[in-house]
């Protein structure tokens, strides 16, 4: 399965500032993902990366509170802007390899406190 | 729009004990589902996807469409089973969507 490498693994941010999360992949992905995990919540879709093109953002969530960049087939970044306290949760990576029967792998987050 | 609901937050059983994690979906078309684990302090993982329909860590999950459930069941719990268990369902290619999860804990 594909190794992602998730960075940083926690952060403590001021509010009004933002936060730049890095998702690298060992190898090339079809596809990319953006979840958040509020505190005691399960996990929610933010957008799917398009690499090449803007990110497909869910209900909810719009591009310029999460921008979002894929440059490559490996690479992936979001930011979380203008961070207020209920930005803290966690923040995760997902892939998902075509033609690959092992599902969608996670990465190990990113723990984001705003204070 | 899909929803997945697992209806136990926490389940407590012995080892040795049969276990059965609740799921159930509601969607439309033909969903594919999924249980995720997290160990503690280690990421999210798949666990079983019910295409596959393979048995891993002695963990089982049938897909029923009359009922819309997708109960992850093991018939000897370990230990080191405890964990949180996600439910999860993909309508259309690659979005997840995910129950509310079940911590299982196994006691000695």
């Known amino acids: 399965s594909a190794v992602i490498s998730q960075k940083p693994s926690r952060d403590i941010c001021q509010r009004g500032t933002s936060l730049t999360i890095q998702c690298q992949v060992d190898s090339q992905v079809t596809m990319m993902f953006w979840y958040r995990q509020q505190p005691g919540q399960s996990l929610t879709l933010i957008a799917t990366a398009n690499q090449g093109s803007e990110a497909t953002y869910e209900s909810g969530f719009v591009i310029d509170k999460f921008p979002i960049s894929r440059p490559n087939l490996t690479f992936s970044t979001l930011t979380v802007s203008n961070l207020s306290p209920e930005d803290s949760s966690i923040y995760l990576c997902s892939v998902e390899k075509l033609g690959v029967t092992y599902g969608y792998t996670f990465g190990s987050g990113t723990r984001l406190t705003v204070v | 729009a899909q929803r997945v609901t697992q209806p136990e937050k926490l389940l407590s059983v012995f080892k040795g004990a049969p276990v059965e994690l609740k799921c159930n979906y509601s969607?439309?078309?033909?969903?594919?589902l999924f249980w995720y684990v997290q160990y503690s302090r280690q990421r999210l993982q798949l666990l079983l996807r019910h295409i596959s329909r393979e048995s891993i860590k002695g963990f089982t999950a049938d897909l029923n469409k009359g009922e819309t459930s997708f109960h992850l069941k093991k018939p000897f719990a370990q230990e080191e089973d405890s964990a949180m268990y996600y439910c999860?369902?993909?309508?259309?290619?690659?979005?997840?969507?995910f129950g509310q999860g079940t911590i299982l804990t196994v006691h000695p």
């Open positions: 999860a369902l993909s309508p259309s290619y690659g979005k997840l969507t």
């Open positions: 969607y439309s078309g033909s969903p594919e």
